[in-house]
């Protein structure tokens, strides 16, 4: 009875109900109410209330979800898609003063299917190329919106460094990728100079950070000296030194880890996260003492040198140890599939099912300043959600809905009905423009 | 007699300037004069490279020489409202760039290759930047392309130097044949034309800095801060120099600060978001220019909006040349926007956006008239595709007072056609530039004078 009165709000609920109901879901909370079976509601694109039994709203649009479970969005904490015209500005050494924000492309097809993977927020960063990369920016995988209305609201814009082999590669012609060019090759050659690059960078932002802040100061008191020349380049260092921009660190290697924290230590400013961070086991405490986190792969590596010493038991270790860990994708096809990565911390490592899920939740939301507002199903959070027709840490689970602000952005049923409309749509066009073609160019003669 | 004495000046070429009789009349023709209502049968009375008089009841001088234009239209000479005529060295097709994923890539014609490049290490070094250059300057008024334009009925064209980030401002010149550059300048300076293409690892500009999109953006902005500081400094220095050390000359600066517009590629939709974004932050008037994509709604109404003026390319997308039996790989969206780009004009015009069309390098006359015909094909009416070749590039850069239309007081610069000027089997008889008489040459390739090719073959190359 109850059933046909619910099938009669549905069909009187506006399309885009602002309130929906979630319910005999296995909802996986990543919060306080651990796992449980019953329902979420969510009102205004926020969750409203979270239990095995909650007031029903009037008019909500009922998902049922009977042997459904449903997880916080998934958040990558590292990935280089939505961007256009290129993600490395690799010319220089400190290429701080590019933005990706300046480039988020909402039309890249990556987001469409990052999405369909599960994930509702991305840490979009600058490549690897240089010592001192570029300003970062975290998405939400608001597909069909535009480059502005995709940008995490609130989240702290991060800036990207990098050590190793890829931000020394372009210095060292001999026998590496420069070779045999004519082209003027880049300092630093060796990880000597990538720590001498961040920290002569530092220098140079120290005394910008002075002239400008000296320039306030004569300001405030009344007076109206010309101010000094805004560099781009040191205002991205600036913001760094004033704990209003994170630091995300591309590395592998413990030695470099540490080289990096000490840089950091003496220079006054603090990691957010290190990148990938292979060898982070190696340096689990010096990791948690300086305050960073690690974001890491599960059981990716050996692609190059400096990636030989890797272990799949690095993420569970790392975090046994007080690391805040995640793991990302670095890469639009792993993006699809991080609820499986995180799976493999059950693996190596033993974590129960609840950990390894953080990893790829709340513990990326933690290490990007944004766990207030997603990372896991609470009260008074952005109803970002996934439901998935299986156990989600499994890689035969398939998502089935995607939630971002309470709205269903991603529709596994109706993704797949919509699909022959497109592809007729398509050979339409195909046949059009053949026709058109042929019009062109006359028929050629029999004979001939 | 009169008419005979014309004949004969016809036959002396076209280059047989000092028998230019100083007064013309055209006289039984239709005229389009764009400004107003068209006038079924009238003259049209120029007079030392002015229009003198226009109207159905305008009496023929006495000293003039007379064009019997029965059967015929007399429109306003037609405005490129973008282009590279006269500069030397430039690629034909000044591109907002296609193809690539960043729709920045190289244009459809490689820039021709110069003196390597000292490689940049960051916005100091003020990579490819020439923004001191006016096209004014730099005209060449040989360029064979100025008798080749001029064939499709264009006799005014704002031309550019195109290379670069900040390539230089452009000028609106006269497409007339003169010895001196001089003489076919309208308005030497009329703003900035940008680019966002860029280096990279082994790509143009010695490799250096900026490599990417953003790089480039980046670089931009920091152009406009630094031109902003540069201007307090040298206010500061010419109010009190004693105990201030000068300010360093920065042609650079000087070039960007001089320019009263810039021109900002546009061909996505997010590409329009984000440059009238952009030029909105860096307090600048701006012209788009490409935009490609604008038959999306949601591009027009971010131009409606933003009361931004747009430059449409006229070189609609076409589909890769692939051999017959290869299979179609692209996606819907890229046949989708082959299937639209056409329809923008018309978009835009309902819409309401300030819009021009521009040749992108489209010089011969044959390909120029298809192109605009398949605007009107799809939805553009005739009327307004004439707007947006005329009237409207000279008020979207400021000189409606003297181009763009056939009025009394303007400068003579009109077309005498056989038909409707953008059909295709429409000859164009004579041209008027600055009241100087020209005939396009009836066999030149993609020509539209009395020799037709047939349709579908563009530009008439066998």
Redesign the interface.
Known sequence: MKKVLFAALVVLAPLGADTIVIQNATVMTEGPKGNFKGSVVVQDGKITEVGEKVLMPQGATIIEAGGQYLIPGIIDCHSHIA??????????SV?S????K??????DIAIYRALAGGVTTANIL?GSANSIG?QTIVLKMRWGK???EMIFAGALPGIKFALGENPKR?GNPVGGRGAG?T??ARYPATRMGVEDVIREAFNDAKAYKAEWDAYDAKVARGEHP??P?????LQALKEVLENKRYVHVHCYRADEILMMIRAAEDSGFHVRTFQHVLEGYKVAKEIAAHGAGASTFSDWWAYKIEAIDAIPFNAALMARKGVLVSFNSDDAELMRHLNSEAGKAMKYGGLNETEALAMVTINPAKQLGIDKTVGSIEVGKDADMVLYDGFPLSDLAKVQKVLIDGTVYFDRDKAIAEQAT?DA??KR??D???AA?Q????ARRPNQ | MNKLLFASFLLSGAFAFAEVPSTVAIHNAKIVPVSGPVIAKGTVVIRNGLIEAVGDNVPVPPEAWVVDAEGMTVYPGLIDALSTVGIPGAAPAAGAGRGG????AAPAVPVVETAPVQ?????EDRPQTTSWLLAADEIQANDRRIETVRGSGITTAVTFPTRGIFAGQGSIIDLASSEKAAELVLVPAVGQYIA?G?????GGG??????????????I??IY??AD?YK??KE?YARDPRGMQRPEYDRALEGVIASKRILLPAN????I??ML??AAELRQPMILYGARDAYEP?AANLLKKSNASVLVSLRWPA?PARPPDQE?TDT??I??E??KAPTAPAVLQQAGVKYALYSDGLDAPREFQRAVKKAIDNGLSREDALRALTLSPAEIYGVADRVGSIEKGKIANLVLTKGDIFDDHTTIVMVFVDGKKYTPAETAPGGRGAATDEP?NPGGIQ
């Not at chain 1, 300046?102 to 039309?107: A, E, K, L, Y």
Request: without cysteine; proline residues 6%.
């Open positions: 961007g256009d015209g290129g993600i490395n500005e690799g010319s220089v290429s003063m590019v933005d990706i300046d480039i988020i492309n909402p039309d600058h570029g535009s480059a502005q372009a060019t082209q003027v010309i101010p020349r805004k560099d781009l380049k497109k749509e398509k066009l195909q059009k423009e053949r073609q019009k062109q160019q006359p | 994923r960043g729709g920045v490689r940049s290490w960051g916005p966002l860029r280096g990279g690892f082994g010695g490799g250096g800095f900026p490599s990417s999109l953003m790089g480039v953006i980046s670089y902005r920091q801060l630094d500081h307090l400094v500061a996505r939709v997010v590409e978001d984000r974004r952009f949601a589909p179609d819907l969206r046949l989708e082959r299937d579908g």
